[in-house]
């Protein structure tokens, strides 16, 4: 008899701490955050990218509603991108629960070394990147979000909509922060400037998913109010949750 009381004692401390561990290991959204540094992107533009995600992680409107989530805690990734075999993961999965561990992470985007140069443009080898990224994720999420930003359309590899329908058939929503570039003298006008406009070329071949929409900066220096936007309509659902057509989708304009 005794020994059957300690198994079941045994049994039950093994099931609590399990349980405790895989409450632990919840989150309220898993977050990629995929950035364009193709060779549209100069340097200029890659610190004002840069600066603006680390700005809008210590944003005080983020954090409020990081804090009024259900769990009051997201796991974000932040990767950088660029042609089919250019991906990197700059910062893995981190959890951001408070003022500080938001701070830190927006810190480390500012310190790490730009991942590629010079290069072309493969949305939909970032968003395949993404989606390995959240596979392998230690931590669970009821949504499972990639943020993709960039200044130009895809110029290689496969198409971006076939990519994305992929990760939604796999629950991902896919959301877009488009960086509008006025029309440059240089050969990379019509890469940043597609026919009917950047942000509908997003609408139409990168986002979706379950309450997918585009956050559209008016210029780079804008970028920081945008991607701050977007931050708090995905930790505090603010955007409708459901799929929407590309014709009826609105987008968040800074």
């Known amino acids: 008899m005794r020994v059957l009381r300690t198994l079941v004692v045994a049994v039950l401390m093994a099931t609590t701490a399990w349980t405790s561990t895989r409450a632990a290991d919840r989150v309220d959204l898993l977050l990629v955050l995929a950035a364009d540094v193709s060779g549209s992107m100069d340097e200029p533009k890659f610190e004002l990218q840069r600066s603006g995600y680390a700005a809008a992680f210590s944003n005080p409107r983020v954090i409020e509603a990081l804090r009024g989530s259900p769990r009051g805690r997201v796991a974000a990734a932040f990767i950088e991108w660029s042609g089919v075999l250019q991906q990197k993961v700059v910062i893995d999965w981190t959890v951001i629960s408070n003022d500080d561990t938001a701070r830190q992470f927006g810190d480390r985007i ?3 070394p730009r991942a590629f140069a010079r290069s072309n443009t493969s949305i939909s080898a970032g968003i395949d990147f993404g989606m390995t990224l959240l ?3 230690p931590y669970k999420a009821h949504r499972r ?9 895809n110029n290689s590899g496969r198409e971006p909509a076939a990519t994305r329908d992929v ?5 991902i929503t896919i959301n877009g922060l488009v ?6 003298s240089h050969s990379y006008s019509s890469h940043t400037n597609p026919p009917g406009g950047l942000a509908n070329y997003y609408r139409n071949n990168v986002i979706g ?7 559209v900066a008016e210029n780079f220096n804008s970028f920081g109010n945008a991607i701050t936007k977007k931050l708090i309509a995905e930790i505090a659902q603010a955007e409708p949750q459901q799929q929407e057509s590309s014709q009826k989708r609105p987008s968040l304009r800074n």
């Open 110 to 112: 500012m310190e790490a």
């Open 135 to 137: 596979d392998r994720a």
């Open 145 to 153: 979000v990639i943020d993709v930003s960039g200044d130009g359309d």
């Open 167 to 171: 990760a939604i058939a796999k629950g």
């Open 179 to 184: 960086i509008l570039t006025e029309p440059p």
């Open 209 to 215: 998913g379950a309450g997918a929409f585009v956050v």
